[in-house]
C-alpha cells in the first residue's frame, strides 16, 4: 500500500494530528508529570535565573511541573500539533514551548540549561541517530547542570521493530562520553499504562 500523500511522515505528528484533541488517545499523556521528574524538580532547589529545558515535550506534563517547581523552562518537541496543543492545553503557561528538532538543534542552546529533561525522546528517535540525540541532549547541559534520562531498558541483541526502540545500557552510558559522569541510577520505575522506566541522572562538572 503506498503511503497517504495527505498524511505526516513523522509518525509521532501523524498520532498527534489524528486524535482530534483527545489526550486519552495519546498512549504516553498523562495528566501528571513522570514520577522521575516529579521526585527530582520536587526535591532540587533552584538556582536563581536557572534554565531548564525539557526534550521531546509531548502535551507538556513535565514542562510544566519544572515551571512550577521555579525553572525557567524552555520545552521542543519536533510535532507542530503536540507543541500547539501545550499551549492551548496550559494557557496561563509559563513555559515557553517551541517546535524544534533534537537532531537540530538551535545553536544558542549550547551548555545554556541547568537542568535538562529528557522523557522517552531518545527511545522514539530511530536507533540510527541514538547516539547523535545523546550528543544533542548533552550538548544542552550547562558546566553543572544536570540530565534527567528516563527510557525503557533493552538486553544487548536485535534491534526491536519501533518506535519505540527502548535504549541499552551502552546508548545511556554514551552519556559519559559526552563529559557528563553519572550521579545516580534508579531501575525500574513505574509510569502506567506504558510500563517500566529506568531514570538516570549525569552531571556535567563545573
Ligand atoms: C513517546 S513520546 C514522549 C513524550 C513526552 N516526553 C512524555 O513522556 O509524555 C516521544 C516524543 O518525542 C518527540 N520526538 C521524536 N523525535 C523527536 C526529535 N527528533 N526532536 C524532538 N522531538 C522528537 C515526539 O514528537 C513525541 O512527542
Same mark, same amino acid.
Request: include cysteine; glycine fraction near 8%; aromatic fraction near 6%.
Given at each position: 500500500?503506498?503511503?497517504?500523500? =495527505? @498524511?505526516? %511522515?513523522? *509518525?509521532? #505528528?501523524?498520532?498527534? +494530528? ?6 486519552? &488517545? ?74 524544534? =528538532? @533534537?537532531? %537540530?538543534? *538551535?545553536? #544558542?542552546?549550547?551548555? +545554556? ?6 522523557? &522517552? ?86
Amino acid at each position: 500500500m503506498s503511503p497517504d500523500p =495527505d @498524511l505526516p %511522515d513523522d *509518525p509521532f #505528528e501523524r498520532l498527534y +494530528a489524528s486524535v482530534a484533541g483527545d489526550a486519552r &488517545r495519546v498512549p504516553w499523556a498523562r495528566s501528571e508529570p513522570h514520577p522521575a521528574v516529579a521526585a527530582l524538580v520536587g526535591t532540587t532547589p533552584v538556582p536563581p535565573g536557572a534554565r531548564a529545558l525539557v526534550v521531546g515535550c509531548g502535551l507538556g506534563e513535565d514542562a510544566e511541573a519544572a515551571a512550577e517547581a521555579g525553572w525557567r523552562v524552555t520545552a521542543f518537541d519536533r510535532s507542530p500539533t503536540a507543541v500547539e496543543w501545550c499551549r492551548r492545553r496550559f494557557p496561563a503557561t509559563r513555559v515557553d514551548y517551541r517546535v524544534a =528538532d @533534537l537532531l %537540530d538543534p *538551535p545553536g #544558542e542552546w549550547h551548555h +545554556a540549561f541547568d537542568l535538562v529533561i529528557e522523557v &522517552r525522546t531518545l527511545q522514539s528517535i530511530p536507533p540510527a541517530s541514538v547516539h547523535a540525540g545523546v550528543a544533542a541532549v548533552a550538548e544542552a547541559v550547562a558546566p553543572g547542570g544536570t540530565v534527567l534520562v528516563c527510557a525503557r531498558i533493552r538486553p544487548d541483541g536485535p534491534v526491536p521493530d519501533g518506535p519505540p526502540w527502548p535504549l541499552t545500557r551502552g546508548d545511556v552510558d554514551a552519556f559519559t562520553t559526552h563529559g557528563l559522569p553519572r550521579v545516580r541510577l534508579t531501575q525500574a520505575l513505574a509510569r502506567a499504562p506504558l510500563g517500566r522506566d529506568t531514570a538516570v541522572l549525569f552531571r556535567r562538572p563545573r
